[in-house]
C-alpha cells in the first residue's frame, strides 16, 4: 500500500514528530525512485551525473533522517537492531532495462523534479517550523539548503537544453 498519490503527494496528515520523520524519508525516498528512472532512460551525460549527484543527496538525506527517527522512535530501533544483519553478504545484480531515450521525455522529467524539490522544500519548511528537536531541525535546515540547490541545478540544465525561454532566467 503507497502512502502517496500517483503525483507523490501525502495521504493524510503527519502529527506526530516521528511521523513527520516517515513523512521526510517517503518524499526521498520517492526522490531516489524518481531519479533512479530518469537516469535509466537518459544518454545525455550531463543531465545524468546531474540526476546522479542529486541522487547521492538524496540518499544522504535519507540516512539522516532515519537516523533521527531511530534515535526518537524505540520501537523503530528496535526493528532496526532485528533486522542489521539482512543486508549482510554479496549483493546481486537488478534486473535488466531498456531504456527510452528521447529528448522532450528528458526535459519533461527535469522539470518534474525541479517541482519534486521544491516541493520537498515547501515540506520540509512546514515541519522544521512544528518540531521542537534541535537535532532535527538542524538537519532539516540543512537538507532545505540542498534541496534549493538541487532546484537551481536542474533550473540551469533545463535552460541549457530547452530552446523555449523562461522569460528572462539566465
Known amino acids: ?11 493524510g496528515i503527519a502529527y506526530l514528530n516521528t511521523n513527520k520523520l516517515r513523512e521526510i524519508l517517503i ?14 532512460n537518459s544518454n545525455m551525460e550531463d543531465i545524468n551525473a546531474a540526476w546522479e549527484s542529486i541522487m547521492g543527496d538524496e540518499k544522504n538525506h535519507y540516512g539522516m533522517i532515519l537516523t533521527l527517527l531511530r534515535k526518537y522512535d524505540p520501537a523503530q530501533y528496535q526493528a532496526y537492531k532485528d533486522h542489521i544483519g539482512n543486508k549482510l553478504g554479496p549483493k546481486s545484480p537488478m534486473q535488466i532495462y531498456a531504456p527510452n531515450y528521447e529528448k522532450q521525455i528528458i ?12 516541493e520537498a522544500v515547501l515540506l520540509y519548511e512546514q515541519h522544521l517550523a512544528t518540531i521542537p528537536y534541535s537535532d532535527v531541525r538542524y538537519v532539516l535546515y540543512t537538507i532545505i539548503n ?22 528572462e532566467l539566465e
Not at 1 to 11: C, E, I, K, R
Not at 107 to 118: A, C, P, S, Y
Open 107 to 118: 526535459l519533461n522529467n527535469v522539470r518534474e523534479d525541479i517541482k519534486g524539490e521544491f
Open 27 to 40: 518524499a526521498e525516498i520517492d526522490a531516489i525512485n524518481g531519479y533512479e528512472d530518469h537516469i535509466a
Open 1 to 11: 500500500m503507497s502512502y502517496t498519490h500517483p503525483y507523490g503527494q501525502p495521504q
Open 146 to 167: 540542498d534541496e534549493k540547490g538541487h532546484a537551481e541545478h536542474l533550473t540551469q540544465l533545463l535552460l541549457k537544453y530547452d530552446t523555449q525561454k523562461y522569460n
